[in-house]
Nanobody
Framework: QVQLVESGGGSVQAGGSLKLSCATS????????MAWFRQAPGKERETVAS???????YYSASVEGRFTISRDVTKRELYLEMISLEPEDTAMYYC????????????????????WGQGTQVTVSS
């Protein structure tokens, strides 16, 4: 059973930085196609960043230039490095993975992702 466990969230002041990690386990195939999502209170969950099999990143407009998605396939971990954080970045952040052999790596469509972590809270104060 695929398991995703996020860590690295916390409370920071505006302008600060955090690095989120997502440890993956429970699968025997290559590291799946993955992405980061977030959900702020009272808002719908949104895609933040995704990664293709060739490690080409895609970002939402709101985080472009401030967030960096990456992965370490030997450690089977996904990362989201966040700088210049803004109060609007306050949300629960989730990592998610697609099924094995997916051909839609890099997709921003939430329905492509079937495995989800429990989330890690990021709070940015002004």
């Amino acid at each position: 059973q695929v398991q995703l466990v996020e860590s690295g969230g916390g409370s920071v002041q505006a302008g600060g930085s955090l690095k989120l990690s997502c440890a993956t386990s429970g699968y025997t195939w290559n590291m799946p196609c993955m992405a980061w999502f977030r959900q702020a209170p009272g808002k719908e969950r949104e895609t933040v960043a995704s990664l293709t099999r060739r490690d080409t990143p895609y970002y939402s407009a709101s985080v472009e230039g401030r967030f960096t998605i990456s992965r370490d396939v030997t450690k089977r971990e996904l990362y989201l490095e966040m700088i210049s954080l803004e109060p609007e970045d306050t949300a629960m952040y989730y990592c998610a993975a697609q099924p094995p052999n997916s051909n839609t790596c890099g997709s921003f469509l939430e329905e492509r992702y079937v495995y989800w972590g429990q989330g890690t809270q990021v709070t940015v104060s002004s």
